[in-house]
């Protein structure tokens, strides 16, 4: 992906035109600039892969014209070729070279087909080293024969943990057998994924935790009281097997409840930290027969896309990518039962939107009240290979930037400098020189070619708050111990926060208790407001609302809303106590009878001392039908007593 143009800076029109012929055959856009004045003004509104110029221009020395070129891009950002004739002493084009920070020095006259070798080259070079900085443009690349697909795969040293969906399923959807190994040295953290024919087989976790036990439990395969009597027996056996051994469970019990548990530990990776990431293939035999087959693993990406990847990040990363084409895929096939999930259901229009062959960032102006809805079906569909991204458009015009500005300003107004420094696409595992490309980039794309002495005060003074904000971030990223020392006193605040939201939650728990529903979803609310990403926030709003529905003037939207937030709660929280019970008032709700019994059956598993849940169990109507006793033929006991009721 990048940029599909060469920007040619050249006085000789002959020359110009052959290597812009040369520029096309490598399948690329050339444009041809005799002045450097007009060449520059080009730079600010379009991205350019490339630059040659001549080093003798009549107006300005092209050397000049390279060294203001490099004030504004980096770079890695854009490389320039210079072009001589005159200076083809070997120390001065090599001093040249250094000064400008140039990519080459082309002595003239030079072969045309050495301009070609040229542009291949540095074409695969910059699209490899894109690919260890972001994945979304992996899906593109893996139509490739398998050897180039496991290439590309080997090929990844990083990953971001929102960006992990991308990279399971280009293993799981390639049939990859290996090991994913996914560690983060600063806290000492290794997490192994393993897969056999494109099948998760076994997932071990940095957190040592089990919820093997508390899902058996949970789900009614075995008695807390067996359980705790075979945890406190001394055994170098899994938990799993011993149970089998002395026939609590049946080995369909433990298979079962292993692929939660490997989807529980996956869920947890998918966080806001880079991973180190290293793919060893190699199938792998799993010696239980437990996996996640992909029928299995689509309905969870649907999960954890919903539920743990963050609308606000997601958004931030696909901004770089509005610019793009979005088509249909090798994969897209309309009957698929992959497109059967919350997130595509959620947009059920997006087909018929892409259908149409535009631009991502038009997609989105399409859904604008509904766009994390859409950019979480986007990014599933992204990830199968449904949709993929094709050639980049022109630049952004001036009022294009100015809308992207009035889009941003919300989003980061108020957060803090690294979370801000995240919001606009950058990472933390930058280095210094990354993080310098990095802002040009940013720069470049959206805070330069703005005529602000012709805006109105509002928007130059919007503009200024966002280029004051993002730069504020930009200088605290190029000192990596002040990033430390700012994320520490951060996070001290967090922990705070976190703390006083966790208290307004239980709080709201006892009004619940109590069946008091206003005043425990004000609580809910502010819990939320003092720190958003707080535990357990959306089952308490759920059962507010479950509470509060038969007040409701729009009984039908409430339960829509239920829906979506249902939705957004992560499977791990959805099995614990307090899940269970809420899961059991909406079947309740919903006069599913059947499952709110075995919900709130599996609430008193996990936590016995859970009222609420024996409350409504007692609650429920009797699952015995009363039959109509036979007086010709029933038993005579049951005859007399049922004459004596009467």
Known sequence: MGAKKILILEDDSTLASALAGVVKKAGYESVIFHNPEDAIQELDKNSFKLIFIDCLLPQTPGVEVAKTIRKNFDAKI?????????????????????????????????????????????????????????????????????????????????????????????????????????????????????????????????????????????????????????????SEKKIGQRLVEENFISPHAVYDVMEKQMAFRIEKMLTDKVYHTNFEFEDTDSGDASSIDSTEFYVLLDQWIVSSIPGEWLNSQLAHWGGYMVEFGPSHDPYRHEYEVFCIMAVDTIFSAIENRSELATLQKKYVDRLSEFNKAFYYMLCLRFVLFSEKVSGMSEGEKMARLQKLWPEIKDLNLIDTFLAIGGRKDMSVDEVQSFYNDFAKKFLSGLNLAAMPAPMSGLYQSVKERVTEAYKLFLQPQKVLDYERAQETGKVTKRSEAQAKLEEAKRFLSMGQYSTAAVLVNKAIEIYPSVDFAHLYRVWCMLGLLSRSKNTAKELQDIDQLLSKISIEEKNTAVGCLVLGLVAKNRGDIASARSYFERALNSDKGLIDARRELNKLPSTEAKKPVDLLHGDLGQVIGNLFKK
Do not use: Y
């Open 78 to 234: 854009l490389p320039i070729v210079m072009m001589s004739g005159i200076f083809t002493d070997k120390q001065m084009m090599k001093d040249i070279t250094q000064e400008i920070t140039a990519l080459d020095f082309l002595k003239k006259p030079f072969e045309l087909t050495e301009v070609l070798k040229f542009l291949e080259k540095e074409s695969a070079a910059s699209h490899d080293e894109g690919l260890s900085k972001s994945l979304f443009s992996m899906p593109d690349r893996l139509g490739a024969a398998p050897a180039k697909r496991n290439e590309i795969l080997k090929q990844v040293t990083h990953v971001h943990g929102f960006e992990l969906p991308i990279l399971l399923s280009s293993i799981v959807g390639n049939g990859c057998g290996g090991t994913l190994t996914l560690s983060d040295p600063s806290r000492g953290e290794i997490n192994k994924i393993s897969f056999n024919k494109g099948n998760i087989v076994s997932v071990e976790s940095s957190d040592k935790q089990s919820f093997l036990g508390k899902l058996l439990v949970s789900n009614g395969w075995v008695l807390p009281e067996d359980l705790e009597r075979e945890l406190s027996r001394p």
